[in-house]
Nanobody
Framework: QVQLVDSGGGLVMAGGSLRLSCAAS????????VGWYRQVPGKERQFLSA????????YYADSVKGRFTITRDNAKNTVYLQMDSLKPEDTAVYYC???????????????WGQGTQVTVSS
């Protein structure tokens, strides 16, 4: 079992930054990673970024590459998503997830955080 608690969302102006946190604990399965997704109403959940459970092999979707950075602090069992140069189109509910990484760019989420709202105003 894996437990995830995500936090750090809020309201920010375009061009600003936010850092999301995902406290990840428990017993991960083989090849597990932690990823970040986002969802806006009426659209499918979008896979943004992932990192191995103990760190390394970071992946970014094209929509966030160069603006978002995923890291893991093993001492705190926490994965962070640093989001810079935010745009209004980044507005969404952001979720962290844990699951098996089939490839660097592919993950099968098995556990989800509760989600945190990010709103970017223009």
């Amino acid at each position: 079992q894996v437990q995830l608690v995500d936090s750090g969302g809020g309201l920010v102006m375009a061009g600003g930054s936010l850092r999301l946190s995902c406290a990840a604990s428990g017993r991960p399965g083989p090849n597990y990673g932690v990823g970040w997704y986002r969802q806006v109403p009426g659209k499918e959940r979008q896979f943004l970024s992932a990192i191995n459970w103990t760190g390394g092999s970071a992946y970014y979707a094209d929509s966030v590459k160069g603006r978002f950075t995923i890291t893991r602090d093993n001492a705190k069992n926490t994965v962070y998503l640093q989001m810079d140069s935010l745009k209004p189109e980044d507005t969404a509910v952001y979720y962290c997830a844990a699951g098996q990484r089939l490839t660097t760019a592919t993950m099968l989420p098995a556990y989800w955080g509760q989600g945190t709202q990010v709103t970017v105003s223009s």
